[in-house]
Structure formats: structure tokens, C-alpha cells
């Protein structure tokens, strides 16, 4: 089946530091990728949403400066927070869509990466 | 502002009996359901759809229910196993091709033996 990896599944920063996630697609192609974050008892909230070879579309009340999202390719999306600060501290899930469209049932999601921000 | 709302944070269920798992959702616009499970230190994976054309969606032992006047959803397990023990989202999209969903605050779910 389709397999989305992430790394680091855990990251310990301190404050004003930057941070990258990556999330991988193993053995799909993957047009579109989906980044959300988790804070505790609350539901995955949709970051962005970043298609290979352009500019990441994000959700209203994210900051786009502060989250850069690169997608590469079409196996690779990186997650990069930048000057992190303790409330950016969460649980953070990237999906793939398999290319060609495909259908909502065919987000594959990642492990997550744990975020702490000292 | 939660468009999906799950009100039970878990439930326990004895092996062999329904689970029933319940969501509400707020925007009418919504015409495309998705249930996920997820264990510990894993991402969701995708369970059972339902469009807002059907009332009913039946995989296996998974039953899914939509109820559009009342926006509400809910997703039968029966019989029920330990393996299902995991975290259940629901998830509210719209049919067209774009892929985004919205996801409920999950139900964590045992099942006990």
C-alpha cells in the first residue's frame, strides 16, 4: 500500500530556532501534499495545501512566513517553522495525494512529527 | 469555529457488540463524508465514505449513516473487535475533485475483550 513517512517523528527546539519537517511519499508520486497540525484534543486542522512545482495555498490564519512550505517533488514536501516559539508546539501530519488526481480516499497520511518548543 | 463535531472523546465497547460513533457537522455545503482510524504513532487511514446522495454506506462490518437534515453522521461497527480499538475521525468534504477535508476532534474507541 502507499506509504507516507515523516522525519523527525519528534523535534525538541528552543525558542527562535527553526525547525524543517519532511514528509515523503515512498512508493507513490504524490502531485498533491497536505500539511496539518494537531494541538491536543483537537481535531487535524489544514495547514496548506503545497502541489509540486508551486507556491503552497494556505488555510486563512495561517502565516505563510512563518510556515514555509517547499514541494519539490513530487516524492518530497518539507515543512519548515520558522522562529519557533512555545504555542507553535503541536502534532503535525502531512498527507499525499497520489497524482493524477485520484480521490480523497487516496490521502495518505504520514505518522506525524511532535513539535516542542522550549 | 468546528464545522465537525464529535462529542464523545472515547467510548468502550465490549468485543462482539456495536460500536456506534457519532459526528455533527455545521456547514450545509458538505456533500461528502469520510470516516479515519488511527492508531498511536501512526496517520490516519481512510475507513469509509459516504456522498450525500446515499443515506447508507456498508463495507463489511462498517456501516455508515448520514442523516442530511439533521447533519449528522454516524459510523456502526459491528461485531465488534479489540483490533478497532484506535482514534476515529470524521472527516466532511465536498465532492469536486479538490481533495481537502475537514476533520472532527475524533473518538477514541476500545474495545474490550
Known amino acids: 500500500g502507499a506509504v507516507v513517512s515523516q522525519h523527525p517523528s519528534r523535534v525538541i527546539c528552543k525558542s527562535g530556532t527553526s525547525v524543517k519537517i519532511e514528509c515523503r511519499s515512498l512508493d507513490f508520486q504524490a502531485t498533491t501534499m497536505f500539511w496539518y497540525r494537531q494541538f491536543p484534543k483537537q481535531s487535524l486542522m489544514l495547514m496548506a495545501t503545497?502541489?509540486?512545482?508551486?507556491?503552497?495555498?494556505?488555510e486563512q490564519g495561517v502565516e505563510k512566513d512563518k510556515f514555509l512550505i517547499n514541494h519539490a517533488s513530487l516524492t518530497l514536501s518539507t515543512l519548515t517553522v520558522t522562529s519557533a516559539h512555545p504555542e507553535d508546539s503541536s502534532f503535525y501530519i502531512c498527507?499525499?495525494?497520489?497524482?493524477?488526481?485520484?480521490?480523497?480516499?487516496?490521502?495518505?497520511f504520514g505518522p506525524g512529527t511532535r513539535l516542542l518548543v522550549l | 469555529d468546528q464545522q465537525v463535531k464529535q462529542n464523545s472523546p472515547s467510548l468502550s465497547v465490549q468485543e462482539g457488540r456495536i460500536s456506534i460513533l457519532n459526528c455533527d457537522y455545521t456547514?450545509?455545503?458538505?456533500?461528502?463524508f469520510l470516516w479515519y482510524k488511527k492508531y498511536p504513532a501512526e496517520g490516519p487511514t481512510f475507513l469509509i465514505s459516504i456522498s450525500s446522495i446515499k443515506d447508507k454506506n456498508e463495507d463489511g462490518r462498517f456501516t455508515v449513516f448520514l442523516n442530511k437534515s439533521a447533519k449528522h453522521l454516524s459510523l456502526h461497527i459491528v461485531p465488534s473487535q479489540p483490533g478497532d480499538s484506535a482514534v476515529y475521525f470524521c472527516?466532511?468534504?465536498?465532492?469536486?475533485?479538490?481533495?481537502?477535508?475537514?476533520f472532527g476532534t475524533g473518538t477514541k474507541l476500545q474495545v474490550i475483550p
Open positions: 503545497s502541489n509540486e512545482g508551486s507556491k503552497a495555498t494556505y
Open positions: 456547514n450545509s455545503m458538505f456533500d461528502y
Open positions: 498527507s499525499a495525494a497520489l497524482a493524477g488526481g485520484g480521490s480523497k480516499e487516496t490521502q495518505y
Open positions: 472527516a466532511a468534504s465536498f465532492s469536486g475533485g479538490y481533495q481537502k477535508v475537514t
